[in-house]
């Protein structure tokens, strides 16, 4: 708390320091940084030596390298921060850290602190994908990245909750997605229709198709059939049993009101038939045959309708994958502002240290804390599940 008084004579001529203190009449906040300046820390080891002939040497410090000269555990953490939590790249890193605190590492180091911190949270990165196999829903999404020389692409694959987030670079693949975490999961997976997820390679388990996907996709067949009802038919009605289950929740009831419930499944039931009406299926084979837009929706909004559904039967259940759309946003945002990663093995640690950080936040532990702690070797971890 500072305190400021006038200073000065009053226009009467007399000294203000000798006035009468009437109190403090404004009171002004400000939040405000010191200015930093990196400093430089020499520890001296020293030895004794006991009487009975022992010698013995002071340990290290936590977190002091043993090389002669190093950057403080704190300038790491920045670093990692920086390049993972905000996609800086690395030369830019080096200049920031420079410009804020005065400490020039190399821009080596400074790329090398990436593979460290990976390595750090490795062990808490293995206990993220077991906990979300026990999750009751996961939500999953993918999202193509540039990696790598020339046009090469691969996807980035992303599995979550409101408390873990996983990540996993691979392809599109039915391959990569028996590498990916979907098999080994045994609740409910909330996706957007990708055909990997529903191979039978992966096995059996409980869908919810992402209903921001449906809308989307039945928007444009009101698009393409302008003068047709039953694309916002079926809208009206999805839109109506996600409110009517928010509604549910926010009081804290375990169903949806019956007779709401019933009422937008039944104008959802037939604005589906009255678009099979009239949406016809072009006989064929699949592979030959370009059905009419809007069909193949409508078959699946017909044969996978507890699918499209289950949301509005188990409150538990999201109706959409916005989590995963969330948090696989950050790699949209890093190629806009990096563009391409040269590394694979880079971005699959970028991505390793990524999906530490996210579940660190939705835990609600400090983001630099958490970096910090895992390079001096204390990485932050998940805590066990509270039984349902």
Same mark, same amino acid.
């Given at each position: 708390?500072?305190?400021?008084f006038?200073? #000065?004579?009053?226009?009467?001529g007399a000294d203000l320091?000798?006035a009468?203190?009437?109190? /403090?009449t404004?009171?002004?906040?400000?939040?405000e940084?010191p200015?930093?300046?990196a400093q430089?820390?020499?520890?001296?080891?020293?030895?004794v030596?006991?009487?009975? #002939? +022992?010698?013995?040497?002071?340990?290290?410090?936590? *977190?002091?390298?043993?090389?002669?000269?190093?950057l403080?555990?704190?300038?790491q953490?920045?670093?990692?921060y920086?390049? %993972?939590a905000h996609?800086?790249? /690395?030369?830019?890193c %080096?200049?920031l850290?420079?410009s804020?605190?005065g400490?020039?590492? $190399?821009?080596g180091? /400074?790329h *090398?602190?990436?593979?460290?911190a990976?390595?750090?949270?490795?062990?808490?990165?293995?206990?993220i994908?077991?906990l979300l196999?026990?999750?009751?829903?996961?939500c999953?999404?993918?999202?193509?990245?540039?990696?790598g020389a020339?046009?090469?692409? +691969?996807?980035?694959l992303?599995a979550?909750? @409101?408390?873990y987030?996983?990540?996993?670079?691979?392809?599109?693949?039915?391959? $990569?997605f028996? &590498?990916?975490?979907v098999?080994?999961?045994?609740?409910? =997976?909330?996706h @957007?229709?990708?055909q990997?997820?529903?191979s039978?390679?992966?096995?059996e388990?409980?869908? !919810?198709?992402?209903?921001?996907?449906?809308l989307?996709?039945?928007?444009d067949?009101?698009?393409?059939?302008?003068?047709?009802?039953?694309?916002?038919q079926?809208?009206?009605?999805l839109?109506?049993?996600i409110?009517a289950a928010?509604?549910?929740r926010? !009081?804290?009831? !375990?169903?949806?009101?019956a007779?709401?419930?019933?009422?937008?499944?039944t104008?959802?039931?037939h604005?589906?038939?009255?678009?099979?009406?009239?949406?016809?299926?072009i006989? #064929?084979?699949a &592979?030959?045959?370009?059905q009419?837009?809007g069909?193949?929706?409508?078959? %699946?909004l017909?044969?996978?309708?507890?699918?499209?559904?289950?949301?509005?039967?188990d409150?538990?259940?999201?109706?959409?994958n916005?989590?995963a759309?969330?948090?696989?946003?950050p790699?949209k945002?890093? !190629?806009?502002? $990096?563009?391409?990663? +040269?590394?694979? /093995?880079?971005?699959e640690?970028r991505?390793?240290?990524?999906?530490?950080l996210s579940?660190?936040?939705?835990h609600?532990?400090?983001?630099?804390?958490a970096? +910090? @702690?895992?390079? =001096? *070797?204390?990485?932050w971890?998940?805590?066990?599940p509270i039984p349902?």
């Amino acid at each position: 708390m500072l305190d400021h008084f006038p200073a #000065g004579a009053c226009g009467c001529g007399a000294d203000l320091a000798e006035a009468v203190h009437l109190g /403090v009449t404004a009171a002004h906040q400000q939040v405000e940084v010191p200015l930093m300046t990196a400093q430089t820390f020499q520890h001296n080891l020293h030895t004794v030596e006991c009487r009975c #002939g +022992r010698v013995h040497t002071a340990p290290r410090p936590q *977190g002091v390298s043993p090389a002669p000269v190093s950057l403080g555990v704190n300038l790491q953490a920045w670093c990692v921060y920086l390049m %993972v939590a905000h996609a800086i790249p /690395v030369h830019r890193c %080096v200049e920031l850290i420079a410009s804020l605190t005065g400490a020039t590492p $190399s821009a080596g180091f /400074v790329h *090398g602190m990436i593979a460290r911190a990976a390595r750090a949270v490795a062990q808490t990165n293995l206990r993220i994908r077991t906990l979300l196999t026990l999750a009751y829903v996961v939500c999953c999404d993918e999202t193509p990245i540039r990696v790598g020389a020339g046009k090469a692409k +691969r996807y980035l694959l992303v599995a979550c909750t @409101d408390r873990y987030t996983w990540y996993m670079l691979g392809e599109r693949t039915l391959a $990569s997605f028996k &590498k990916f975490i979907v098999a080994d999961l045994t609740g409910v =997976v909330v996706h @957007d229709r990708d055909q990997n997820y529903d191979s039978p390679e992966l096995g059996e388990r409980d869908h !919810q198709l992402c209903v921001a996907h449906l809308l989307r996709d039945l928007e444009d067949c009101a698009e393409t059939y302008p003068t047709a009802a039953w694309p916002a038919q079926i809208q009206t009605a999805l839109r109506g049993l996600i409110h009517a289950a928010n509604l549910a929740r926010e !009081q804290g009831k !375990q169903n949806m009101d019956a007779g709401t419930q019933a009422m937008w499944i039944t104008s959802f039931r037939h604005g589906v038939r009255i678009g099979l009406s009239e949406v016809r299926r072009i006989p #064929g084979p699949a &592979k030959t045959v370009t059905q009419p837009i809007g069909r193949v929706l409508l078959e %699946v909004l017909r044969d996978r309708e507890a699918d499209v559904l289950r949301f509005a039967r188990d409150l538990r259940v999201p109706p959409t994958n916005n989590q995963a759309e969330r948090d696989v946003r950050p790699a949209k945002t890093q !190629q806009k502002i $990096s563009g391409r990663l +040269r590394s694979e /093995v880079t971005t699959e640690h970028r991505y390793a240290i990524r999906g530490y950080l996210s579940t660190a936040a939705k835990h609600g532990a400090d983001v630099m804390t958490a970096i +910090r @702690d895992a390079l =001096v *070797g204390r990485a932050w971890m998940p805590p066990d599940p509270i039984p349902a």
